[in-house]
């Protein structure tokens, strides 16, 4: 059953706040972005301290929120549901985007939506590219994963059997001694160095059936980058091509095996131009189309969250107060699409 939305009143504002990204975005019915706002915690060494980002969501919910409003042109009053991203990712983090919106929903008296947050990705990546079907490849901080839609879910072709490929490349940049000057990220800085790379080192690549795993990757470069034996640049340019082609070959295997007409690209690590490169060639020998989302939609944030609960609201599905605790191990494919149409 589709929900009817209050004439005048047909926009969803969305909350994201799974790991160290804070955000709101208003989108209409028909999928107008209004606003998306988004505040990174960064921290000042090492990765992410789930409590600490838990800490900076909590202090500038208000002010995002007050943004995002200010960004759309609307009152409270306009909004129609309220959605936030339930999961996966990390618990303190997910609780403080939950208990905002419960507070707002309850506030506004209009119905919650929890939101898986890799549908969010590939839902708005569908939306800013066009894109019908594709086989998605989401690549950040916290996730590798090769999805499409089949029978009814997202089913999940290939993914990481231990750490993110953005976790890998920004390790091995902690590592390096690289500083984040200008919120630059450490993939776009190893990105950078990898361009007057010249000599490809051997590194561990390893596939196993359709899955990767890059810990073995990650220590491998590590202890090679502490020998000081090879150029940075060549350590980067190797990291880069052995983890990016590893990702190419399970991605192209899913495109094989599904047959579907797109690739898309998306999350933190698809700004990566060579990553690009090596996806659009094998999109080319495929006949399929190839696109990458925009980075302010491809990252963590509260515009895609807003439209996956769009879409999920549209569709008859709500979350009681009582459903709606955190899931810290939401995987893609228990969530049920009833949006789409069986081909
Ligand atoms: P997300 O988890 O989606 O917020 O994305 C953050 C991840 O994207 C981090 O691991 C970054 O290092 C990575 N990243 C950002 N820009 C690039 C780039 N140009 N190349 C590779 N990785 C990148
Ligand atoms: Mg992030």
């Not at 505040?39 to 800490?55: F, M």
Request: proline share 4%.
């Amino acid at each position: 059953m589709v929900q009817k939305l209050r004439k005048n009143f047909a926009y969803c504002l969305g909350i994201e706040s799974t790991a160290d990204d804070f955000s709101v975005g208003i989108v209409s019915a028909d999928g107008k972005i209004l606003s998306n706002v988004i505040s990174a915690y960064i921290p000042e060494e090492g990765g992410i301290h789930p409590r600490e980002a838990a800490r900076h969501h909590a202090q500038v919910a208000g002010e995002v929120l007050e943004r995002a409003f200010q960004k759309a042109g609307i009152t409270p009053k306009d909004i129609a549901v309220v959605a936030f991203s339930q999961g996966p990712g990390l618990g303190p983090c997910l609780r403080t985007g939950a208990t905002a919106a419960r507070a707002l929903a309850s506030y506004l008296n209009v119905p919650l939506v929890g939101v898986n947050h890799c549908v969010a990705h590939i839902e708005i990546g569908k939306l800013t590219e066009q894109a019908k079907d594709p086989v998605t490849l989401y690549v950040s901080g916290g996730n590798t994963i090769v999805a499409a839609f089949e029978a009814k879910r997202y089913c999940v072709f290939g993914e990481t059997l231990d750490i993110a490929i953005g976790n890998c490349l920004d390790v091995f940049a902690r590592e390096a001694g690289f500083k984040q000057k200008e919120g630059k990220p450490f993939g776009a800085i190893i990105e950078q160095l990898a361009t007057q790379g010249k000599e490809l080192i051997p590194l561990p690549y390893v596939v196993k059936g359709m899955d990767l795993s890059f810990s073995g990757l990650l220590t491998a470069v590590i202890q090679l980058l502490h020998k000081g034996k090879y150029r940075l640049e060549d350590l980067c340019y190797s990291l880069q091509e052995v983890a990016f082609s590893m990702l190419t070959e399970v991605t192209e295997r899913a495109l094989a095996h599904t047959e579907k007409p797109e690739i898309l690209l998306t999350g933190g690590v698809a700004a990566n131009k060579r990553l690009q490169t090596m996806l659009d060639s094998i999109a080319n020998e495929h006949d399929a189309k190839f696109s990458v989302v925009p980075k302010e939609f491809a990252l963590d944030n509260g515009a895609m969250i807003a439209w996956a609960g769009m879409l999920a609201f549209q569709h008859g599905i709500t979350t009681s107060v009582e459903e709606s605790f955190v899931r810290l191990k939401w995987r893609l494919e228990e969530v049920h699409i009833p949006w789409i149409k069986e081909a």
